[in-house]
């Protein structure tokens, strides 16, 4: 199995910025020109271009040049991956939760959980 930790480490600090995540949002609805993400952005076009720096390099946001023009859109593969590597860990706790609450219901004598054969 490919070892894709590398990639989801971009991808999670491509995302940890509030400004980043903004614009993947917007991307999510469709591509949009550069100008376009930059205008309800309070900051200058070089400073939105920086962001769509990090978010290219981590594999979130796929841009393509026509004329004049820069249009980004999203990657969805990219969202995949992270998604895939949350929803491993969200199962993994509510297994581990999911445990000690048989281990606290059999210690507390719950009538409930005695027949409970999960352990």
């Known amino acids: ?69 820069r249009t980004c859109r999203v990657e969805p593969a990219a969202l995949r991956a992270a998604e895939s590597w949350l929803g491993a860990q969200r199962t993994n706790w509510e297994q581990r939760l999911d445990r000690l609450d048989d281990i606290l219901a059999h210690r507390s004598g719950d009538p409930a959980a005695e027949g409970d054969d999960r352990a």
Do not use: C, W, Y
Not at 8 to 23: K, M, N
Not at 29 to 35: E, I, L, T
């Open 1 to 69: 199995m490919p070892n894709h930790q590398g990639s989801l480490d971009l991808v999670f600090h491509a995302l940890a910025d509030p400004t980043r995540r903004g614009i993947v949002e917007r991307l999510v609805r469709g591509p949009a020109s550069v100008s376009e993400l930059a205008r309800p952005l309070e900051m200058s076009l070089p400073a939105v271009l920086q962001h769509l720096q990090v978010l290219e390099s981590s594999g979130l946001v796929i841009s393509e040049k026509a004329g004049r023009v």
